[in-house]
């Protein structure tokens, strides 16, 4: 099984409106991580948001926000007031075993956002 | 600080051939990792290791090897290059997780490799 499921395979948004990336996990782990990568079409991979799976606060960096829905064991990335360059893939990724010393990711297939000026 | 850098940017190959590539880091971190990205799939690890002169394997590690003799690199290796291959390699850093904090991994750039 998939242990992270993005099933937007590309996804538009107007500038300036607000967008909604799925991601779902599956991991039988009471303790792990969800992160999200943005990959730009120069291609390098830039850390955007993390969540613990004991936070209990949704986290937030700047216009990036992460909906964590533990019972759904679903982490979609929320980004406000789209702007041009926020153009790119997203993936989300997953780290288990939070409380051992294994720090290995699992990621997504991502989803290709573009933004329509 | 130069972060997490790869050589070389670009490389073709013929099959059978060997190569390595090198990635390095300035930031100290203890935990360096090397994926592999194909279309239509996210990264998947390769082998990871947790510090200098250990390395252990990941997801998809059948046709590479790797070494780290030293904290700041870390080097894959294709023996016998084959087709399937074909693919951009990244390598990736970290602090120790259990040191507290995100665990954020830091990326490098990327190697374009083909094989022919």
């Known amino acids: 099984a998939q242990k992270i499921t993005q099933t937007q395979p590309g996804m538009f948004v107007q500038e300036k409106e607000a967008v909604t990336l799925d991601c779902t996990y599956d991991?039988?782990?009471?303790?792990?991580?969800l992160f999200w990568y943005k990959q730009p079409s120069s291609g390098e991979m830039i850390f955007l948001i993390y969540q613990g799976s004991y936070d209990e606060q949704n986290a937030t960096e700047g216009r990036y926000s992460l909906n964590f829905q533990k019972a759904r064991k679903s982490a979609n990335l929320v980004i406000s007031a789209s702007q041009l360059g926020d153009s790119a893939m997203y993936f989300c990724a997953m780290r288990e075993g939070l409380q051992t010393g294994a720090n290995n990711l699992f990621f997504g297939t991502g989803t290709r956002l573009t933004v329509i000026p | 600080n130069a972060g997490v850098t790869q050589t070389p940017k670009f490389r073709v190959l013929k099959t059978g051939q060997s190569m390595t590539l090198l990635c390095a880091q300035d930031m100290n971190h203890e935990y360096m990792y090397w994926y592999r990205q194909d279309p239509g799939m996210g990264l998947r690890l390769i082998h990871y290791?947790?510090?200098?002169?250990?390395?252990a394997k990941g997801e998809v590690p059948d046709g590479y090897n790797v070494s780290r003799l030293k904290k700041q690199n870390f080097l894959l290796g294709l023996e016998s290059a084959a087709p399937s291959q074909t693919s951009v390699y990244f390598c990736a850093s970290s602090l120790n997780p259990l040191a507290g904090g995100n665990h954020e991994q830091f990326f490098g750039p990327g190697t374009r490799l083909t094989v022919l």
């Open positions: 991991t039988s782990d009471q303790s792990y991580g």
């Open positions: 290791s947790v510090g200098e002169g250990t390395t």
